[in-house]
C-alpha cells in the first residue's frame, strides 16, 4: 500500500514524480490493450470471416437472438427460415455467429 502511495506522491525534492506517474498511467493503457481492445477486434475479425464465408444451409444467431437457417444471401443481407414457411430478410452486419453444423 505505501508503494502506490509513493507512486503517485510527488517527489519533495521536486524530481521524479511525474515521471513516475506517466510510466504508471502508460501501463495501464497497455495492459487495457492487450486484455481488452485486442482480443475484442480479433474476434470482431473472426466474425466478419465466418459471415463471408457463410453459405447456403448454415445455421446463424443475429444480433437480436433468432436463430435460423440460411436460405439465400444477397449483397449485403440474407434471407433465414427461422421456422417452417417463416422467413425473414436481415443484413449480415446482424448475424453475430456462424454454425455449419446443424
Excluded: C
Excluded at 481488452?36 to 470471416?49: L, W
Excluded at 437472438?65 to 449483397?75: L, N
Aim: glycine letters at 8%; aromatic letters at 6%.
Amino acid at each position: 500500500m505505501n508503494t502506490l502511495i509513493l507512486l503517485f506522491a510527488a517527489d519533495p525534492e521536486g524530481g521524479g514524480g511525474g515521471f513516475t506517474s506517466l510510466i504508471f498511467l502508460a501501463a495501464i493503457f497497455l495492459v487495457f490493450y492487450l486484455f481488452i481492445i485486442r482480443p475484442q477486434s480479433k474476434k470482431q475479425k473472426e466474425i466478419q470471416t465466418k459471415v463471408t464465408q457463410m453459405k447456403k444451409g448454415d445455421k446463424v444467431i443475429t444480433s437480436g437472438g433468432i436463430v435460423g437457417i440460411v436460405v439465400s444471401i444477397e449483397d449485403d443481407s440474407v434471407m433465414l427460415e427461422i421456422d417452417k414457411d417463416v422467413k425473414v430478410k436481415l443484413l449480415k452486419n446482424a448475424i453475430v455467429d456462424v454454425n455449419p453444423q446443424k
